[in-house]
């Protein structure tokens, strides 16, 4: 079995991880700290571009010149022009997710990946559209606590997913990382020689 990493995971994401370690990749995970509170007037899309390029200066702070690439993102939840990030409580987690039943968002991640000299950043949108929930059904998932320390207030690829009915783009990024489009540009830094590893992790059909 592999151990050499291929990445370094500058996110304390437990949803990011677990997407690239099913593609077979083995990661460094170094998460960094910065302030996430919007600018007054920043733009979702702006938004999330900063935080990604925030990130990015911090873990190269943090780890110098490195043999690997580094990998930072952010996700945001927007509705309109407002960010919706991770509630604070329940009640504003139900807050959250009566503006959203019912109507359709977007889920944005921004990105950027270092190897070597070359950079390559790039934020990538994925349209969802949930149904109306009606009281119970929000009661339920609300004691059922899936919704701490998501944006929106909603893992998708959990009990959440029973609320969507459309989703354009990728699935990936709404639960946190574009695997495609991520994937193609770590490939076009050659930053992933390895890739594709034997069977994708022994887990191919």
């Known amino acids: 079995m592999k151990t ?3 990445l370094i995971l500058a996110s304390a994401s437990p ?14 995970i170094e998460p960094v700290d910065v302030d996430e509170t919007p600018a007054q007037g920043e733009k979702p899309r702006a938004y999330a571009q900063r935080l990604a390029a925030e990130k990015s200066d911090a873990a ?3 780890l110098g010149q490195q043999i690997l ?8 939840v927007v509705l309109g022009d407002d960010i919706l990030g991770k509630p604070a409580d329940q009640d504003e987690a139900a807050a959250m ?3 959203l039943a019912g109507r359709r968002h977007e889920v944005m ?11 390559v950043e790039r934020v990538v949108s ?17 004691d059922c606590g899936e919704w701490q320390g998501k944006a929106g207030a909603y893992a998708i690829q959990g009990i959440a997913g029973a609320f969507a009915i459309e989703v354009r783009g990728s699935f990936s990024n709404v639960v946190g990382l574009p695997l495609a489009e991520v994937i193609a540009d770590l490939r076009a830094l050659e930053s992933l020689p390895g890739y594709p590893p034997p069977a994708f992790g022994g887990n191919a059909r």
Do not use: Q, W
């Open 69 to 76: 690439p580094i990998l930072t993102a952010d996700t945001v």
């Open 97 to 99: 997710l009566r503006r």
């Open 15 to 28: 949803r990011r991880r677990e997407l690239l370690e099913r593609l077979g990749l083995v990661l460094r």
């Open 4 to 6: 050499t990493p291929d």
């Open 126 to 142: 994925t349209g969802v559209s949930f149904r109306s929930l009606d009281p119970a059904e929000l009661r339920a998932y609300l």
């Open 60 to 62: 190269l702070t943090k």
């Open 109 to 119: 991640t921004a990105y950027r990946a270092h190897f070597g000299g070359g950079m």
